[in-house]
């Protein structure tokens, strides 16, 4: 048993989800933030089979894509941050770690 810990940006969460859940699979899904870009995230929760994790995988990569964003630059001078011209970074895509399960009970 795996579980799978896969964190999307927000705008490809709901497709994500809802694709994971039209093809069966269960999930928990919580909202959090990223902490370099300080950008909301969907992070899920996904308990599954060995044989399952490459169909869950195949699934989350087909609904998150990455996208290039401009962001504000700052730049430190002291005690003041000053913004500089914008930044294109990507953004987007998905980070998922598979992890090991040891035991899984439902009560």
Same mark, same amino acid.
């Given at each position: 048993?795996? &579980? *799978?810990? @896969?964190?999307?940006?927000?705008? #490809? !969460?709901?497709?994500?989800?809802? $694709?994971?859940?039209?093809?069966?699979?269960?999930?928990?899904?919580?909202?959090?933030?990223?902490?370099?870009?300080?950008?909301?995230?969907?992070?899920? &929760? *996904?308990? @599954?089979?060995?044989?399952?994790? #490459? !169909?869950?995988?195949?699934?989350? $990569?087909?609904?998150?894509?990455?996208?290039?964003?401009?962001?504000?630059?700052?730049?430190?001078?002291?005690?003041?941050?000053?913004?500089?011209?914008?930044?294109?970074?990507?953004?987007?895509?998905?980070?998922?770690?598979?992890?090991?399960?040891?035991?899984?009970?439902?009560?």
């Amino acid at each position: 048993m795996k &579980l *799978i810990v @896969a964190i999307i940006s927000n705008e #490809d !969460g709901n497709q994500v989800t809802g $694709a994971l859940t039209k093809a069966g699979y269960a999930l928990t899904k919580l909202a959090t933030v990223g902490g370099i870009l300080r950008a909301g995230n969907t992070t899920l &929760l *996904i308990g @599954a089979e060995d044989e399952k994790v #490459d !169909g869950i995988l195949s699934i989350i $990569a087909e609904h998150s894509k990455t996208r290039q964003k401009l962001i504000p630059a700052a730049i430190s001078a002291g005690m003041e941050i000053f913004t500089s011209m914008p930044v294109e970074v990507t953004v987007g895509g998905a980070t998922v770690f598979v992890l090991d399960v040891a035991q899984f009970v439902k009560l």
